[in-house]
Protein backbone atom coordinates (compact mmCIF):
# COMPACT_ATOMS: atom_id res chain seq x y z
CA UNK A 1 0.00 0.00 0.00
CA UNK A 2 1.45 3.47 -0.86
CA UNK A 3 1.84 6.45 1.32
CA UNK A 4 -0.70 8.15 0.55
CA UNK A 5 -3.37 4.98 0.77
CA UNK A 6 -2.58 3.95 4.56
CA UNK A 7 -2.64 7.73 5.80
CA UNK A 8 -6.31 8.13 3.49
CA UNK A 9 -7.85 4.36 5.16
CA UNK A 10 -7.00 6.34 8.94
CA UNK A 11 -8.73 9.43 7.43
CA UNK A 12 -11.85 7.89 6.64
CA UNK A 13 -12.23 6.73 9.96
CA UNK A 14 -12.50 10.16 10.74
CA UNK A 15 -16.27 10.87 8.52
CA UNK A 16 -19.18 9.53 9.01
CA UNK A 17 -19.99 6.34 6.98
CA UNK A 18 -21.99 6.62 3.96
CA UNK A 19 -23.48 3.17 4.44
CA UNK A 20 -24.43 1.47 6.61
CA UNK A 21 -21.47 -0.15 9.12
CA UNK A 22 -22.30 -0.86 12.64
CA UNK A 23 -18.85 -0.80 13.87
CA UNK A 24 -18.06 2.46 12.08
CA UNK A 25 -21.51 4.05 12.91
CA UNK A 26 -21.23 3.21 16.92
CA UNK A 27 -17.51 4.31 16.79
CA UNK A 28 -19.84 7.99 15.59
CA UNK A 29 -21.96 7.65 18.25
CA UNK A 30 -19.70 6.90 21.01
CA UNK A 31 -17.57 9.91 19.42
CA UNK A 32 -20.58 11.98 19.79
CA UNK A 33 -21.44 10.94 23.62
CA UNK A 34 -17.89 11.33 24.46
CA UNK A 35 -18.37 14.75 23.43
CA UNK A 36 -21.18 15.65 24.91
CA UNK A 37 -20.04 14.17 28.39
CA UNK A 38 -17.18 15.84 28.79
CA UNK A 39 -18.85 19.07 28.06
CA UNK A 40 -21.39 18.10 30.50
CA UNK A 41 -18.51 17.54 33.56
CA UNK A 42 -17.69 21.60 33.03
CA UNK A 43 -21.15 22.27 34.34
CA UNK A 44 -21.45 22.99 38.30
CA UNK A 45 -24.36 25.51 39.47
CA UNK A 46 -22.95 28.07 38.24
CA UNK A 47 -23.87 29.88 34.51
CA UNK A 48 -21.12 29.06 32.94
CA UNK A 49 -18.99 26.11 31.67
CA UNK A 50 -15.80 25.44 34.04
CA UNK A 51 -13.46 28.35 34.94
CA UNK A 52 -13.74 31.91 32.89
CA UNK A 53 -10.71 32.85 32.26
CA UNK A 54 -8.47 35.70 30.35
CA UNK A 55 -8.43 35.36 26.81
CA UNK A 56 -4.90 35.62 25.16
CA UNK A 57 -5.18 37.21 21.93
CA UNK A 58 -1.88 37.27 21.46
CA UNK A 59 -0.71 33.43 21.63
CA UNK A 60 -3.76 32.65 19.00
CA UNK A 61 -2.09 35.21 16.50
CA UNK A 62 1.08 32.33 16.61
CA UNK A 63 -1.13 29.32 15.54
CA UNK A 64 -0.31 27.37 13.07
CA UNK A 65 -1.14 24.34 11.14
CA UNK A 66 0.31 20.88 12.34
CA UNK A 67 2.36 18.80 9.61
CA UNK A 68 0.14 16.29 11.05
CA UNK A 69 -3.08 16.00 12.47
CA UNK A 70 -4.57 14.35 15.83
CA UNK A 71 -6.87 11.62 16.67
CA UNK A 72 -10.70 12.81 17.10
CA UNK A 73 -9.96 11.88 20.67
CA UNK A 74 -7.36 14.63 21.17
CA UNK A 75 -9.51 17.17 18.98
CA UNK A 76 -12.74 16.31 21.23
CA UNK A 77 -10.67 17.31 23.95
CA UNK A 78 -9.41 20.39 22.56
CA UNK A 79 -12.74 21.36 21.34
CA UNK A 80 -14.53 20.98 24.76
CA UNK A 81 -11.39 22.74 25.91
CA UNK A 82 -12.97 25.80 24.18
CA UNK A 83 -16.57 25.39 25.81
CA UNK A 84 -14.58 26.54 29.11
CA UNK A 85 -16.55 29.84 30.12
CA UNK A 86 -19.36 30.26 27.96
CA UNK A 87 -22.64 31.02 29.65
CA UNK A 88 -25.13 28.16 29.72
CA UNK A 89 -28.34 30.23 28.07
CA UNK A 90 -30.52 27.37 29.66
CA UNK A 91 -29.31 27.99 33.75
CA UNK A 92 -31.68 29.81 35.85
CA UNK A 93 -29.59 32.35 36.75
CA UNK A 94 -28.57 33.49 33.14
CA UNK A 95 -30.39 36.80 32.12
CA UNK A 96 -28.14 37.70 29.06
CA UNK A 97 -29.57 38.70 26.35
CA UNK A 98 -32.51 37.51 24.48
CA UNK A 99 -30.64 33.53 23.73
CA UNK A 100 -33.19 30.83 24.67
CA UNK A 101 -31.33 26.96 25.80
CA UNK A 102 -32.32 25.07 22.87
CA UNK A 103 -34.66 21.96 23.03
CA UNK A 104 -33.37 18.79 22.48
CA UNK A 105 -35.02 17.81 19.21
CA UNK A 106 -33.80 21.56 17.87
CA UNK A 107 -30.55 19.67 18.69
CA UNK A 108 -30.88 16.80 17.03
CA UNK A 109 -31.76 18.52 13.50
CA UNK A 110 -28.86 21.06 14.18
CA UNK A 111 -26.61 17.72 14.42
CA UNK A 112 -28.53 15.47 11.45
CA UNK A 113 -28.94 18.47 8.81
CA UNK A 114 -24.89 18.78 9.98
CA UNK A 115 -23.70 15.52 9.18
CA UNK A 116 -25.69 15.24 5.42
CA UNK A 117 -25.39 19.00 5.04
CA UNK A 118 -28.10 19.91 2.64
CA UNK A 119 -28.56 23.13 0.62
CA UNK A 120 -31.33 25.50 0.17
CA UNK A 121 -30.21 26.72 -2.89
CA UNK A 122 -32.31 24.14 -4.68
CA UNK A 123 -34.48 21.00 -3.69
CA UNK A 124 -31.90 18.86 -6.10
CA UNK A 125 -29.82 19.41 -2.58
CA UNK A 126 -31.81 19.52 0.10
CA UNK A 127 -34.75 17.46 -1.13
CA UNK A 128 -37.54 17.23 2.01
CA UNK A 129 -35.29 20.14 4.15
CA UNK A 130 -36.91 22.01 0.94
CA UNK A 131 -39.85 21.06 1.89
CA UNK A 132 -39.51 21.81 5.75
CA UNK A 133 -38.60 25.43 4.81
CA UNK A 134 -41.95 25.23 2.73
CA UNK A 135 -43.98 23.36 5.84
CA UNK A 136 -42.30 26.46 8.43
CA UNK A 137 -43.47 28.85 6.58
CA UNK A 138 -46.88 28.15 6.26
CA UNK A 139 -47.29 26.84 10.01
CA UNK A 140 -45.70 30.60 10.84
CA UNK A 141 -48.05 32.36 8.03
CA UNK A 142 -50.98 30.56 9.49
CA UNK A 143 -49.67 31.93 12.87
CA UNK A 144 -49.98 35.36 12.34
CA UNK A 145 -52.49 35.46 9.88
CA UNK A 146 -50.99 35.81 6.71
CA UNK A 147 -52.93 33.37 3.75
CA UNK A 148 -50.42 30.49 3.17
CA UNK A 149 -51.54 30.03 -0.45
CA UNK A 150 -49.96 33.40 -1.42
CA UNK A 151 -47.12 33.77 1.63
CA UNK A 152 -43.44 32.65 1.36
CA UNK A 153 -40.16 33.28 2.64
CA UNK A 154 -37.02 31.65 3.51
CA UNK A 155 -34.48 31.28 6.43
CA UNK A 156 -31.35 33.60 6.14
CA UNK A 157 -28.37 34.42 8.57
CA UNK A 158 -30.47 35.90 11.25
CA UNK A 159 -32.78 38.92 12.03
CA UNK A 160 -30.70 41.09 10.25
CA UNK A 161 -30.80 39.02 6.96
CA UNK A 162 -34.54 39.13 7.86
CA UNK A 163 -34.96 42.93 7.68
CA UNK A 164 -32.32 43.33 4.90
CA UNK A 165 -34.54 41.00 2.62
CA UNK A 166 -37.85 42.95 3.48
CA UNK A 167 -36.07 46.32 2.89
CA UNK A 168 -34.54 45.04 -0.42
CA UNK A 169 -37.84 44.09 -1.17
CA UNK A 170 -39.45 47.14 -0.64
CA UNK A 171 -36.05 49.22 -2.55
CA UNK A 172 -37.13 47.41 -5.37
CA UNK A 173 -40.46 48.42 -5.64
CA UNK A 174 -39.53 51.96 -4.71
CA UNK A 175 -36.80 52.27 -6.83
CA UNK A 176 -37.66 49.37 -9.94
CA UNK A 177 -34.07 49.82 -11.75
CA UNK A 178 -31.98 49.56 -8.43
CA UNK A 179 -31.22 46.13 -9.00
CA UNK A 180 -29.72 46.97 -11.91
CA UNK A 181 -28.52 49.79 -12.30
CA UNK A 182 -27.55 50.69 -8.80
CA UNK A 183 -29.45 53.29 -6.07
CA UNK A 184 -29.45 56.49 -8.25
CA UNK A 185 -32.07 58.63 -6.43
CA UNK A 186 -32.75 59.88 -3.17
CA UNK A 187 -33.76 56.91 -0.92
CA UNK A 188 -34.38 57.02 2.59
CA UNK A 189 -35.04 54.31 5.21
CA UNK A 190 -37.25 54.72 8.20
CA UNK A 191 -37.71 53.54 11.66
CA UNK A 192 -37.65 54.10 15.42
CA UNK A 193 -34.67 54.66 18.09
CA UNK A 194 -35.27 51.94 19.85
CA UNK A 195 -35.51 49.54 16.70
CA UNK A 196 -32.24 47.33 15.62
CA UNK A 197 -28.96 48.65 14.94
CA UNK A 198 -28.82 46.51 12.03
CA UNK A 199 -30.71 49.41 10.42
CA UNK A 200 -27.79 51.14 9.82
CA UNK A 201 -25.99 48.19 8.49
CA UNK A 202 -29.21 47.45 6.02
CA UNK A 203 -28.98 51.06 5.08
CA UNK A 204 -25.19 51.02 4.20
CA UNK A 205 -25.01 47.55 2.33
CA UNK A 206 -28.07 48.63 0.13
CA UNK A 207 -26.32 51.61 -0.98
CA UNK A 208 -29.05 53.57 0.66
CA UNK A 209 -26.70 54.97 3.31
CA UNK A 210 -26.78 55.25 6.86
CA UNK A 211 -26.93 58.99 6.46
CA UNK A 212 -29.96 58.65 4.95
CA UNK A 213 -31.68 56.71 7.22
CA UNK A 214 -34.67 58.46 9.21
CA UNK A 215 -34.81 57.93 12.91
CA UNK A 216 -37.70 58.03 14.78
CA UNK A 217 -38.07 59.03 18.93
CA UNK A 218 -39.96 56.51 20.66
CA UNK A 219 -42.45 57.19 23.65
CA UNK A 220 -42.48 55.66 27.10
CA UNK A 221 -43.76 52.20 26.31
CA UNK A 222 -40.14 52.33 23.47
CA UNK A 223 -42.78 52.24 20.42
CA UNK A 224 -42.40 54.55 17.78
CA UNK A 225 -44.04 58.28 18.34
CA UNK A 226 -46.85 58.26 15.33
CA UNK A 227 -46.70 62.13 15.47
CA UNK A 228 -43.12 62.18 14.59
CA UNK A 229 -43.47 59.31 12.36
CA UNK A 230 -46.67 61.26 10.61
CA UNK A 231 -44.18 64.22 10.25
CA UNK A 232 -40.85 62.87 9.27
CA UNK A 233 -42.31 60.81 6.40
CA UNK A 234 -44.64 63.60 5.22
CA UNK A 235 -41.54 65.97 5.06
CA UNK A 236 -39.17 63.27 3.31
CA UNK A 237 -41.91 62.38 0.59
CA UNK A 238 -42.99 65.60 0.21
CA UNK A 239 -39.04 66.56 -0.70
CA UNK A 240 -39.05 64.13 -3.44
CA UNK A 241 -37.22 60.96 -1.59
CA UNK A 242 -38.36 57.08 -2.48
CA UNK A 243 -38.69 55.40 0.99
CA UNK A 244 -37.25 52.00 0.56
CA UNK A 245 -39.66 50.50 3.62
CA UNK A 246 -40.56 51.23 7.48
CA UNK A 247 -39.67 49.16 9.84
CA UNK A 248 -41.94 48.56 12.41
CA UNK A 249 -40.12 46.57 15.35
CA UNK A 250 -42.61 44.32 17.60
CA UNK A 251 -40.27 43.67 20.59
CA UNK A 252 -37.21 45.59 21.02
CA UNK A 253 -33.70 44.06 21.86
CA UNK A 254 -33.54 46.12 24.92
CA UNK A 255 -36.94 46.78 26.26
CA UNK A 256 -39.52 44.49 24.32
CA UNK A 257 -41.14 47.75 23.41
CA UNK A 258 -43.92 47.10 20.63
CA UNK A 259 -44.62 49.57 18.01
CA UNK A 260 -48.18 50.30 16.06
CA UNK A 261 -48.18 48.28 13.42
CA UNK A 262 -51.61 48.99 12.60
CA UNK A 263 -51.48 52.56 12.72
CA UNK A 264 -48.10 52.51 10.89
CA UNK A 265 -49.90 50.69 7.81
CA UNK A 266 -52.80 53.12 7.97
CA UNK A 267 -50.21 55.94 7.63
CA UNK A 268 -48.73 54.45 4.99
CA UNK A 269 -51.80 53.93 2.73
CA UNK A 270 -52.88 57.22 3.38
CA UNK A 271 -49.25 59.35 2.46
CA UNK A 272 -49.21 56.61 -0.69
CA UNK A 273 -52.68 57.92 -1.48
CA UNK A 274 -51.69 61.29 -0.49
CA UNK A 275 -48.58 62.01 -2.41
CA UNK A 276 -50.15 59.41 -5.60
CA UNK A 277 -46.53 57.35 -5.36
CA UNK A 278 -46.38 55.19 -8.29
CA UNK A 279 -45.12 52.02 -5.42
CA UNK A 280 -46.72 51.01 -1.92
CA UNK A 281 -44.45 51.90 0.93
CA UNK A 282 -42.77 48.68 2.22
CA UNK A 283 -43.38 48.08 5.98
CA UNK A 284 -41.15 45.55 7.49
CA UNK A 285 -42.04 43.95 11.08
CA UNK A 286 -38.90 43.09 12.72
CA UNK A 287 -40.76 40.64 15.08
CA UNK A 288 -37.83 38.58 15.70
CA UNK A 289 -38.77 38.59 19.32
CA UNK A 290 -42.36 39.34 19.35
CA UNK A 291 -43.85 36.89 16.76
CA UNK A 292 -44.04 34.27 19.28
CA UNK A 293 -46.29 35.87 21.52
CA UNK A 294 -48.66 35.30 18.47
CA UNK A 295 -49.45 32.18 19.97
CA UNK A 296 -51.94 34.09 22.22
CA UNK A 297 -53.88 35.94 19.19
CA UNK A 298 -56.89 33.23 19.77
CA UNK A 299 -56.23 32.68 23.60
CA UNK A 300 -59.49 32.97 25.75
CA UNK A 301 -58.06 35.53 28.10
CA UNK A 302 -61.63 35.69 29.59
CA UNK A 303 -61.72 32.36 31.24
CA UNK A 304 -57.75 31.74 31.01
CA UNK A 305 -57.51 27.92 30.69
CA UNK A 306 -53.82 27.96 31.61
CA UNK A 307 -54.25 29.71 35.06
CA UNK A 308 -52.22 32.15 34.28
CA UNK A 309 -51.90 34.85 37.64
CA UNK A 310 -53.93 38.10 36.68
CA UNK A 311 -50.66 39.80 36.69
CA UNK A 312 -49.47 37.83 34.18
CA UNK A 313 -52.52 37.41 31.72
CA UNK A 314 -52.48 41.31 31.67
CA UNK A 315 -49.14 41.35 30.46
CA UNK A 316 -49.87 38.62 27.99
CA UNK A 317 -53.36 40.43 27.05
CA UNK A 318 -51.55 43.54 26.73
CA UNK A 319 -48.96 42.29 24.14
CA UNK A 320 -51.21 40.34 21.75
CA UNK A 321 -53.15 43.88 21.41
CA UNK A 322 -50.45 44.78 19.43
CA UNK A 323 -48.91 41.71 18.53
CA UNK A 324 -52.03 40.69 16.68
CA UNK A 325 -51.55 42.72 13.68
CA UNK A 326 -48.36 41.06 12.49
CA UNK A 327 -50.62 40.02 9.08
CA UNK A 328 -50.78 44.03 8.31
CA UNK A 329 -47.10 43.93 7.65
CA UNK A 330 -45.82 43.37 4.34
CA UNK A 331 -43.16 41.00 5.38
CA UNK A 332 -42.02 39.74 8.73
CA UNK A 333 -38.74 38.72 10.90
CA UNK A 334 -38.56 35.48 13.00
CA UNK A 335 -35.71 34.32 14.77
CA UNK A 336 -35.79 30.71 16.47
CA UNK A 337 -32.61 31.00 17.96
CA UNK A 338 -34.47 34.34 20.15
CA UNK A 339 -38.43 33.21 21.51
CA UNK A 340 -37.98 29.86 19.22
CA UNK A 341 -35.91 28.16 21.69
CA UNK A 342 -33.30 27.23 18.77
CA UNK A 343 -29.57 26.81 18.21
CA UNK A 344 -28.16 29.92 16.53
CA UNK A 345 -29.04 30.46 13.48
CA UNK A 346 -32.54 29.79 12.63
CA UNK A 347 -34.10 32.68 11.28
CA UNK A 348 -36.54 33.79 8.79
CA UNK A 349 -38.55 36.32 6.70
CA UNK A 350 -41.89 35.56 5.33
CA UNK A 351 -43.44 37.84 2.43
CA UNK A 352 -47.13 38.44 3.21
CA UNK A 353 -47.24 38.38 -1.56
CA UNK A 354 -45.01 35.30 -2.59
CA UNK A 355 -44.47 37.39 -5.47
CA UNK A 356 -42.53 39.97 -4.31
CA UNK A 357 -39.61 37.56 -3.87
CA UNK A 358 -40.00 37.50 -7.60
CA UNK A 359 -38.01 41.75 -7.63
CA UNK A 360 -35.01 39.79 -6.61
CA UNK A 361 -34.85 37.00 -9.17
CA UNK A 362 -31.86 36.69 -11.43
CA UNK A 363 -32.11 34.86 -14.80
CA UNK A 364 -31.30 31.02 -14.76
CA UNK A 365 -28.49 32.01 -17.18
CA UNK A 366 -26.33 33.38 -15.00
CA UNK A 367 -26.60 29.94 -13.35
CA UNK A 368 -25.73 27.48 -15.67
CA UNK A 369 -24.71 24.71 -13.81
CA UNK A 370 -27.94 24.49 -11.52
CA UNK A 371 -31.13 24.01 -11.83
CA UNK A 372 -31.90 21.77 -14.61
CA UNK A 373 -34.77 19.89 -12.75
CA UNK A 374 -36.83 20.26 -9.25
CA UNK A 375 -39.46 22.75 -8.27
CA UNK A 376 -38.02 24.47 -5.35
CA UNK A 377 -34.94 26.86 -6.86
CA UNK A 378 -34.69 29.80 -4.16
CA UNK A 379 -31.03 30.10 -4.90
CA UNK A 380 -32.75 32.31 -8.05
CA UNK A 381 -33.50 34.91 -5.82
CA UNK A 382 -31.45 34.68 -2.55
CA UNK A 383 -28.67 36.44 -1.19
CA UNK A 384 -27.38 33.22 -0.13
CA UNK A 385 -25.72 30.84 -2.69
CA UNK A 386 -25.20 28.27 0.34
CA UNK A 387 -28.06 28.29 3.04
CA UNK A 388 -27.78 25.00 5.14
CA UNK A 389 -30.46 23.18 6.42
CA UNK A 390 -29.61 23.53 10.03
CA UNK A 391 -31.68 26.29 11.02
CA UNK A 392 -34.41 25.40 9.16
CA UNK A 393 -34.66 21.72 10.82
CA UNK A 394 -34.20 23.45 14.53
CA UNK A 395 -37.30 25.63 13.77
CA UNK A 396 -39.66 22.72 12.35
CA UNK A 397 -38.06 20.80 15.79
CA UNK A 398 -38.87 22.94 18.34
CA UNK A 399 -42.53 24.47 16.56
CA UNK A 400 -43.47 20.21 16.63
CA UNK A 401 -42.31 19.70 19.94
CA UNK A 402 -43.86 23.06 21.73
CA UNK A 403 -46.79 23.29 19.47
CA UNK A 404 -48.94 26.39 20.38
CA UNK A 405 -49.63 25.09 24.01
CA UNK A 406 -46.15 24.78 25.26
CA UNK A 407 -45.13 28.21 23.42
CA UNK A 408 -48.12 29.56 25.56
CA UNK A 409 -47.08 28.08 28.84
CA UNK A 410 -42.98 29.31 28.39
CA UNK A 411 -44.07 32.27 27.39
CA UNK A 412 -46.64 32.95 30.35
CA UNK A 413 -44.00 31.47 33.01
CA UNK A 414 -41.41 33.49 31.39
CA UNK A 415 -43.47 36.76 31.98
CA UNK A 416 -44.74 35.32 35.22
CA UNK A 417 -40.92 35.29 36.29
CA UNK A 418 -39.81 39.00 35.13
CA UNK A 419 -42.46 40.19 36.90
CA UNK A 420 -41.78 38.45 40.39
CA UNK A 421 -38.34 39.91 39.47
CA UNK A 422 -39.32 43.33 39.27
CA UNK A 423 -41.65 43.00 42.05
CA UNK A 424 -38.35 42.40 44.40
CA UNK A 425 -36.23 45.34 42.65
CA UNK A 426 -38.90 47.20 43.60
CA UNK A 427 -39.08 46.41 47.20
CA UNK A 428 -35.63 48.53 47.84
CA UNK A 429 -36.04 52.42 47.67
CA UNK A 430 -32.96 52.33 45.67
CA UNK A 431 -34.06 51.25 42.16
CA UNK A 432 -35.82 52.25 39.28
CA UNK A 433 -37.35 49.88 36.43
CA UNK A 434 -36.80 52.35 32.99
CA UNK A 435 -38.99 50.19 31.35
CA UNK A 436 -42.07 49.38 33.13
CA UNK A 437 -44.51 49.50 30.46
CA UNK A 438 -43.01 46.98 28.87
CA UNK A 439 -44.59 43.66 29.14
CA UNK A 440 -42.44 41.09 28.08
CA UNK A 441 -39.25 38.82 30.07
CA UNK A 442 -36.73 41.47 29.73
CA UNK A 443 -36.37 44.11 32.87
CA UNK A 444 -33.75 47.22 32.44
CA UNK A 445 -33.22 49.31 35.39
CA UNK A 446 -30.79 51.26 37.37
CA UNK A 447 -29.63 51.25 40.84
CA UNK A 448 -28.65 54.44 42.78
CA UNK A 449 -27.05 54.92 45.87
CA UNK A 450 -28.43 55.87 49.39
CA UNK A 451 -28.43 59.53 48.85
CA UNK A 452 -30.60 59.52 45.65
CA UNK A 453 -34.40 60.10 45.92
CA UNK A 454 -35.57 57.63 43.63
CA UNK A 455 -39.08 59.36 43.25
CA UNK A 456 -37.70 62.36 41.86
CA UNK A 457 -34.41 60.78 40.48
CA UNK A 458 -35.45 59.93 37.08
CA UNK A 459 -37.80 63.01 36.10
CA UNK A 460 -34.03 65.06 37.19
CA UNK A 461 -31.92 62.83 34.93
CA UNK A 462 -34.27 62.81 32.04
CA UNK A 463 -35.06 66.20 31.57
CA UNK A 464 -33.03 68.39 33.87
CA UNK A 465 -29.89 69.36 31.91
CA UNK A 466 -28.64 71.03 35.01
CA UNK A 467 -28.28 67.18 36.39
CA UNK A 468 -26.14 66.44 33.53
CA UNK A 469 -22.81 65.45 35.47
CA UNK A 470 -24.95 63.38 38.44
CA UNK A 471 -26.33 61.19 34.99
CA UNK A 472 -22.74 60.31 34.17
CA UNK A 473 -21.44 59.84 37.76
CA UNK A 474 -24.58 57.44 38.42
CA UNK A 475 -23.57 55.64 34.49
CA UNK A 476 -20.38 54.74 35.95
CA UNK A 477 -21.63 53.84 39.53
CA UNK A 478 -24.29 50.79 37.22
CA UNK A 479 -21.40 50.48 35.13
CA UNK A 480 -19.40 49.12 38.52
CA UNK A 481 -21.97 46.99 39.84
CA UNK A 482 -22.05 45.51 36.77
CA UNK A 483 -18.56 44.42 36.76
CA UNK A 484 -18.76 43.99 40.63
CA UNK A 485 -21.53 41.39 39.99
CA UNK A 486 -19.93 40.04 36.57
CA UNK A 487 -16.77 39.46 38.68
CA UNK A 488 -18.77 37.91 41.87
CA UNK A 489 -20.13 34.98 39.12
CA UNK A 490 -16.99 34.13 37.28
CA UNK A 491 -15.39 34.08 40.74
CA UNK A 492 -18.44 31.45 41.90
CA UNK A 493 -19.72 33.45 44.47
CA UNK A 494 -23.13 33.37 43.55
CA UNK A 495 -25.49 35.92 41.52
CA UNK A 496 -26.56 35.71 37.87
CA UNK A 497 -25.50 36.46 34.57
CA UNK A 498 -27.32 40.16 33.70
CA UNK A 499 -26.75 42.02 30.45
CA UNK A 500 -25.91 45.62 30.13
CA UNK A 501 -27.05 48.47 27.85
CA UNK A 502 -24.56 51.58 27.36
CA UNK A 503 -27.83 53.69 26.29
CA UNK A 504 -31.02 52.81 27.33
CA UNK A 505 -32.13 55.97 26.37
CA UNK A 506 -31.13 59.49 25.80
CA UNK A 507 -32.38 62.22 28.34
CA UNK A 508 -33.66 65.47 26.66
CA UNK A 509 -30.60 67.15 26.82
CA UNK A 510 -29.03 64.27 24.89
CA UNK A 511 -26.71 62.64 27.38
CA UNK A 512 -27.12 58.19 27.46
CA UNK A 513 -28.70 56.47 29.97
CA UNK A 514 -26.91 53.88 31.32
CA UNK A 515 -29.03 50.32 32.32
CA UNK A 516 -28.38 47.24 33.85
CA UNK A 517 -30.46 44.90 32.36
CA UNK A 518 -32.13 40.95 32.90
CA UNK A 519 -33.56 39.09 30.20
CA UNK A 520 -35.24 35.80 31.44
CA UNK A 521 -35.23 32.87 28.81
CA UNK A 522 -35.12 29.59 31.16
CA UNK A 523 -37.25 27.32 31.29
CA UNK A 524 -35.97 26.15 34.59
CA UNK A 525 -36.39 28.99 36.50
CA UNK A 526 -38.27 29.70 39.53
CA UNK A 527 -38.95 32.54 42.34
CA UNK A 528 -35.89 31.33 44.75
CA UNK A 529 -33.49 31.69 41.98
CA UNK A 530 -34.96 35.68 41.07
CA UNK A 531 -34.68 36.33 44.80
CA UNK A 532 -31.34 35.16 44.33
CA UNK A 533 -30.33 37.12 41.65
CA UNK A 534 -31.70 40.43 43.44
CA UNK A 535 -29.87 39.76 46.57
CA UNK A 536 -26.97 39.68 44.44
CA UNK A 537 -28.02 43.26 43.03
CA UNK A 538 -28.68 44.63 46.48
CA UNK A 539 -25.22 43.14 47.80
CA UNK A 540 -23.23 44.90 44.68
CA UNK A 541 -24.04 48.32 46.35
CA UNK A 542 -21.92 47.33 49.32
CA UNK A 543 -19.39 46.10 47.13
CA UNK A 544 -19.37 49.30 44.95
CA UNK A 545 -18.29 52.84 46.19
CA UNK A 546 -20.83 55.67 45.85
CA UNK A 547 -20.55 58.67 43.14
CA UNK A 548 -20.02 60.73 46.45
CA UNK A 549 -17.60 58.61 48.36
CA UNK A 550 -15.35 58.58 45.26
CA UNK A 551 -15.18 62.36 44.62
CA UNK A 552 -14.10 62.50 48.96
CA UNK A 553 -11.51 59.76 48.31
CA UNK A 554 -10.12 61.37 44.74
CA UNK A 555 -9.63 64.74 46.51
Not at 53 to 64: C, V
Not at 137 to 151: K, Q, T
Not at 169 to 194: F, M, N, Q, Y
Amino acid sequence: MSCYREILSKVRLAFPSPVSDRVHDSYFVHSMMQAVDKVDALKSDRPILGEYTQLDYEAALQSNLNETGMSIEAVTSELVAYCKGLTIPGHPRTHHNVIPPPTIPSLIAMLITSVYNPNLVWDEYSHRVALAEVEVGAMLARLIGYNPEHSGGLFTFGGTGATLYGVKVGLEKAVPAAGGEGVREDVTLIGSSASHYCRYNVASWLGIGASNLITVNTDARNSMRLDELREKLHAALHGGARVAAIIATMGTTDAFGIDDLDAIVKMRDEMVEEFKLPYRIHVHADAVIGWAWSVFNDYDFENNPLGFRPRTLRMLATARRDICHLHLADSVGFDFHKSGFAPYTSSMVLFKERNDLSLLSRPQKQMPYLYQFGEYRPGMYTLESSRGGSGVMSAFASLKLLGKLGFQVLIGHLVEMTQLLREHLLGQDSVIILNRDNVGPVTVFRVYPDDEDVLRVREQETNDASYRDRVLQHNDYNRALFKWMHDEVMAARGGGVLSLTDCYQLTSYGEPMLGLKSFIMSPFIEEEMIMAVANKIFAARKGVATPRARDKQAV
